[in-house]
């Protein structure tokens, strides 16, 4: 059956795309948080909280809304995207507030009626890029990044941008080989909507490809896959890993360093959105008010390596600073219907037969997709 | 303002009620006009996309193959964030890709050669969508299997942009009409100012005058000014008559006052008792007579007052000519003549004041017994109802007819009736609604007076 092919596929490719983002939980953390409701005397609240959000980063914000409203019992679910988005479609008066990374599937979900549009008011001081309809509301800013082994530096410069790197992939074409990892297009879907935007921001992401594919580059795919290899020094250099993630991790390993590119960095937005069919919407319209507020976004900038995106909130992990380091050189991706391109089953096929076409240039043997 | 009791409100409502079924026609033609408007500028969008997406539409692998522009897309969404969707489906109907599954143009016919775009709203989904069908062919070397691009999206921007445009034909329209409005006022003002000259030249004239009002007035009001006129006219020729009827009144009742005072007057200078017995019956008759006259004077004053209308009431008209009859008959026969009845065998009933129709029998029976010579006939009939009294006399001639009907008019100057009686006839006959007619009596000798009672049921 051509159909139950399609969607074990699609599957597979979300399933991937999950567990990269999910790849810094430690195993035996628990996925989910409750949050029991502090004035049981009170009329009792709950909020239901469906997320692709690891807990390191979770647990502050959730913590300093419910200090905010203590009578506010609030059940925390982390998922993989997948398992997100189809229980989410499973059951969708379930959950009151769904938050995630895989914009496209989060997009498409809005796109066909499923979030409810916040009030006027709540998302007046909001940038008017970071939300559509008042439905979908990205609220972190989470650049994506190079990050480098210090024995790097016994080779050559380490690169600060794009150019760079791909002058430095042919000058350094035999002493790279194999040092050098990034994701996989075909098996990890934040891969694939990198390589969908890199693909369309430049013509020159093509050279890169194959200069990639001639230092027979490992591809990974999950982002705690490639830092791991940096840390254990298998890898010298890591190609397009989540900022967000990788900041933590640099943070504790000396030998790494993590550099955003001063050509163009890819940002990614986790968007969040009320459910149409919220079961406690009045709680759910409190959460998003908090996730949009200065004081929720000041804990996003301070306590979580997550961006904050708020005009007001300037400090240290704020948008603003990263784009004061960054030069003015970060791309978010478009938040816009343009996404939707990316669900496209065709289009995916097109560009995973180029991407590979270009990566196995150099080998000249271009295996048949499958 | 009732618009019966004012002119101005009168002609204000009926203006103003086809401006206004006028501007809400407008309304209405605008608001469609709006949607066309935001229609076509939509659609665009629509055309745009179907096409970005078509011509990516290529054969590859054995089957059609689309590299979706993300662009496309993002056009379709538009500045108003339309929720958007995409569909792709070969010459067998079958789905290629897509991120909804668009339901099919009804119009399925149009199946030739060329490129055809089709529009259409619906309810999908719960969302009130537009959606755009462009149905076209590969154009490879080989291969030119057709397929249809669906793409749809909400309505949202189009009912903003039909509105704002429909605000600001409403804005202009409101305004024409305040001003049209304003205008109308100044125009009703002007085309009334005539009448309240008119109004103004009539309070201000003499109430005793009764000359024409001379003003210069448009058309229709100078109509109104010649129907003042003309009544004015006749209120001269009304007063001119009563002025000659009291000249006359007064000239014929001093001739036997004064031929009283002058036999009285020869009277004394007499002293036989014989001599002033005949003088006292000279002046007797002559008083009698004279008294007559007042009589008739004054009833003919009390039927031409216009005041004084009393309720008819049902009576019949053989009652009151048989009592009549029984009146005058010691006259008639004192003076000789053949008094004879020929009444209707059945009641003649007519609506009548009885007073009056016992003094119109009283007049044409003292008439006919003055002029009638020696056989007089009093009758009635029934269809049409009427009584008619007809004597075999000198009658009167067809010129004369009409004359003898005024007062003081007497066929015959023979000096022994007054001239009210047909006059007072008339009058009554008049206050009846009835048809008095003159007219030859049988053998075509004598007169015959006919009073017919119009519109009356027997």
């Known amino acids: ?93 379930r959950a009151d ?96 909507s990198y390589a969908m935007a890199e693909s369309r921001l430049s013509p020159r992401y093509w050279d890169l490809i194959a200069a990639l594919g001639r230092v027979e580059a490992e591809l990974n795919t999950t982002t705690a896959q490639t830092l791991q290899g940096l840390a254990d020094g298998r890898y010298w250099l890591g190609y397009n890993l989540l900022g967000s993630y990788a900041r933590a991790f640099v943070e504790k390993h000396a030998e790494l360093e993590m550099v955003i590119p001063d050509d163009y960095a890819l940002v990614v937005q986790r968007l969040a959105f009320m459910s149409a069919q919220a079961p406690h919407p009045e709680t759910a319209r409190l959460f998003m008010d908090f996730l949009v507020s200065e004081e929720g976004q000041r804990v996003i900038a301070e306590q979580t390596t997550l961006g904050a995106i708020h005009p007001d909130v300037t400090g240290a992990g704020s948008a603003a600073a990263f784009r004061v380091g960054a030069g003015g050189a970060m791309r978010p991706a478009e938040f816009d219907p343009q996404l939707l391109a990316a669900l496209d089953r065709l289009k995916r096929r097109a560009l995973l037969s180029r991407w590979k076409r270009e990566f196995h240039q150099a080998t000249h043997t271009v295996p048949a997709e499958k | 303002m009732t618009p019966a009791r004012s002119l101005y409100g009168r002609l204000l409502i009926w203006l103003s009620l086809p401006l206004l079924a006028l501007g809400s026609l407008l309304l209405f033609q605008a608001w469609r006009d709006a949607q066309t408007a935001a229609d076509r500028a939509f659609d665009r969008l629509l055309q745009a996309a179907t096409l970005s997406i078509a011509e990516q539409v290529q054969w590859q692998d054995g089957q059609l193959w689309l590299d979706l522009p993300p662009t496309a897309l993002k056009m379709l969404s538009g500045k108003a964030q339309e929720r958007v969707f995409y ?51 590969l154009e490879g070397w080989q291969n030119h299997k057709r397929f249809e691009v669906r793409v749809a999206h909400t309505r949202e921007g189009r009912k903003r942009l039909a509105t704002r445009l429909w605000w600001s034909s409403f804005a202009a329209i409101l305004g024409m009409g305040v001003l049209s409005i304003a205008l109308l006022l100044l125009a009703v003002c002007a085309a009334l100012a005539p009448l309240t000259r008119l109004r103004h030249a009539i309070r201000a004239r003499n109430p005793r005058s009764l000359a024409p009002v001379a003003l210069t007035l448009p058309r229709e009001l100078a109509e109104l000014r010649e129907v003042i006129n003309q009544l004015l006219a006749r209120m001269r020729r009304v007063r001119a008559n009563q002025e000659r009827f009291i000249g006359d009144a007064s000239h014929q009742l001093r001739t036997p006052l004064a031929g009283i005072s002058a036999r009285a007057e020869l009277a004394l200078r007499q002293t036989s008792p014989e001599q002033w017995y005949n003088a006292l019956a000279t002046i007797h008759v002559t008083s009698e007579r004279t008294s007559r006259l007042a009589t008739q004077l004054l009833s003919l004053t009390r039927l031409d007052n216009p005041e004084y209308s009393p309720a008819p009431v049902r009576v019949d008209l053989n009652t009151h000519i048989h009592q009549a009859l029984l009146e005058q008959w010691p006259a008639f026969r004192q003076a000789e003549i053949d008094l004879g009845v020929d009444c209707a065998d059945a009641p003649v009933m007519v609506d009548a004041t009885p007073w009056q129709l016992d003094e119109a029998l009283n007049n044409l029976l003292d008439n006919a017994r003055r002029y009638g010579a020696s056989r007089v006939t009093l009758g009635s009939c029934r269809e049409p109802p009427a009584l008619w009294i007809e004597d075999n006399g000198a009658g009167i001639a067809p010129e004369q007819r009409l004359m003898v009907l005024r007062p003081f008019h007497r066929a015959r100057d023979d000096g022994h009736g007054s001239g009210l009686g047909l006059a007072i006839v008339d009058s009554i006959a008049r206050n009846h609604g009835a048809r008095l007619e003159l007219s030859n009596g049988e053998n075509g000798c004598g007169l015959c007076i006919t009073l017919t009672f119009i519109n009356e049921v027997a």
């Open chain 2, 87 to 137: 569909t792709l489906i070969d010459d067998k109907g079958r789905y290629i890709t897509g991120n909804a599954r668009l339901p099919a143009h009804p119009d399925g016919r149009n199946r030739q050669d060329t490129d055809t775009l089709l529009y259409r709203n619906e309810q999908w989904r719960g969302m009130a969508v537009r959606e755009g069908i462009r149905r076209t062919r």
């Open chain 1, 1 to 93: 059956m051509k159909q139950h092919g399609t969607c074990w596929l699609l599957g597979m490719w979300l399933f991937a795309w999950a567990s990269c983002l999910s790849a810094d939980t430690p195993g035996d953390e628990a996925q989910t948080l409750h949050l029991p409701a502090q004035a049981p005397a009170m009329k009792a609240l709950s909020l239901d909280i469906y997320a692709a959000l690891d807990m390191p980063q979770a647990r502050p914000l959730l913590k300093a809304f419910h200090q905010r409203y203590p009578q506010i019992e609030v059940r925390y679910r982390n998922m993989t995207t997948l398992s997100l988005y189809e229980s989410f479609l499973r059951k969708p008066q």
């Open chain 1, 97 to 192: 507030v769904v938050i995630s990374s895989a914009m496209p599937w989060q997009f498409s979900l809005a796109n066909d009626g499923y979030a409810r549009a916040l009030s006027k008011d709540v998302l007046a001081h909001w940038p008017a890029r970071a939300h559509w309809r008042r439905e979908l509301v990205a609220f972190t800013f989470e650049p994506i990044a190079m990050v480098y082994n210090k024995k790097l530096l016994t080779l050559a410069e380490p690169p600060r941008n794009h150019a760079e790197l791909l002058a430095l992939l042919d000058d350094q074409e035999k002493a790279l080989t194999g040092r050098i990892a990034t994701y996989d297009p075909a098996r990890s879907g934040a891969g694939y």
